[in-house]
Nanobody, 121 residues
Framework: VQLVESGGGLVQPGGSLRLSCAISARTLSGLTTGWFRQAPGKEREFVAAIAWRGSTYYKDSVKGRFTLSRDNDQMTMFLQMNNLKPEDTAVYSC????????????????WGQGTQVTVSS
């Protein structure tokens, strides 16, 4: 499985960004994909995940602001981020695991390189 992120950038507080994660895999069956982020000096944290059957999970602080979706035909996962806050600033990485579902970062076997999101005025 290979994952390639895009869509990061600089945005003002209250603004929006859409991150994309292009997925290269033999099959999406059983594949859970998600987003994690890491800010400078902080540990990596879970943001959102979508299980292979479509269930979605979100970090509490992003609920109502972020929306996760996956287009299986395009083999792409999207994270629509609205009402961004300075505390959302981080490197965002997409990740995937087979048949482990909603799980800690240590259970994800495949990772992208990450894309920088900076929220600042």
């Amino acid at each position: 499985v290979q994952l390639v992120e895009s869509g990061g950038g600089l945005v003002q507080p209250g603004g929006s960004l859409r991150l994309s994660c292009a997925i290269s895999a033999r099959t999406l069956s059983g594949l859970t994909t998600g987003w994690f982020r890491q800010a400078p000096g902080k540990e990596r944290e879970f943001v959102a995940a979508i299980a292979w059957r479509g269930s979605t999970y979100y970090k509490d602080s992003v609920k109502g602001r972020f929306t996760l979706s996956r287009d299986n035909d395009q083999m792409t996962m999207f994270l629509q981020m609205n009402n961004l806050k300075p505390e959302d600033t981080a490197v965002y990485s997409c990740a995937a695991n087979y048949y482990k579902g909603y799980a800690p970062a240590t259970e994800y076997d495949f990772w992208g390189q990450g894309t920088q999101v900076t929220v600042s005025s």
